[in-house]
């Protein structure tokens, strides 16, 4: 069921009218229709006030987005470059202790480099900036690029130490059933990780936030797929 299948089944069922989850949301009632129609898609922030409001979970509106890979005629099996993923992400920026390990040289002017390898497949993810940034990962099989992800994302603090710490420990948490960045939800004190994604590995897009108390503190959008 996609994402306006149920979340027109769970207003339809809970009796509320799109004027009322509109006024909720504080949206117009057109955004409710385009988001049931499937002609729009909620930000993360109405997506978790949708989950609230209705008391279900975020996994629960999103979860038929799962990773599929379509048929393909490479020498590996399609979940490999599914675990290779998030093997090589868990031993690189997810990694405290292998970061400096994994660093190579540079492919762009001033830009950081991050590699991992493990038999036929390569992994080489390059950014830019700082608290502002920006990058792209490559997953490779045989050197043949098979997949790709970019991103940009931003710190809205001038403090960012403690917010990278805690987004270190949530990107640990990735996952073969998320294998974009962390998990839907991870919490730890007074810091709140969200994250969001719609499609599949073929081709998806995604927001993450971390949240300090009820402050938005880091946003990162990313988006990607499939290559052939």
């Not at 978790?48 to 999103?62: A, E, K, M, T």
């Not at 939800?185 to 108390?213: A, C, L, P």
Request: net charge negative.
């Amino acid at each position: 069921m996609a994402f306006s299948e149920r979340l027109w089944k769970i207003r339809d069922e809970a009796g509320i009218s799109q004027e009322r989850l509109a006024e909720e949301l504080d949206v117009t009632r057109q955004a409710v229709t385009k988001w049931e129609t499937g002609t729009g898609m909620p930000d993360i922030d109405n997506l978790v006030g949708i989950s609230n409001f209705f008391q279900v979970s975020l996994d629960y509106l999103l979860k038929d987005n799962g990773c599929v890979l379509t048929e393909s005629k490479s020498s590996y099996d399609s979940l490999e470059i599914i675990d290779f993923t998030v093997e090589a992400k868990k031993n690189t920026y997810a990694s405290a202790e292998n970061f400096n390990a994994a660093l190579v040289a540079p492919t762009r002017l001033k830009s950081k480099d991050l590699a991992y390898e493990s038999g036929d497949f390569k992994y080489l993810d390059t950014y830019v900036g700082g608290a502002k940034f920006s990058g792209s990962e490559v997953v490779y099989h045989q050197n043949v690029p098979m997949w790709s992800m970019n991103y940009n994302g931003r710190t809205l603090v001038d403090e960012t130490s403690g917010i990278y710490d805690f987004l270190t420990v949530a990107l640990r948490l990735v996952s073969a059933d998320m294998p974009y960045r962390g998990p839907k939800y991870y919490r730890d004190g007074k810091y709140t990780y969200i994250n969001s994604v719609s499609g599949d590995f073929n081709w998806f897009q995604g927001v993450e936030q971390i949240y300090y108390q009820d402050l938005l503190v880091y946003e990162l959008v990313y988006h990607g797929g499939a290559i052939k």
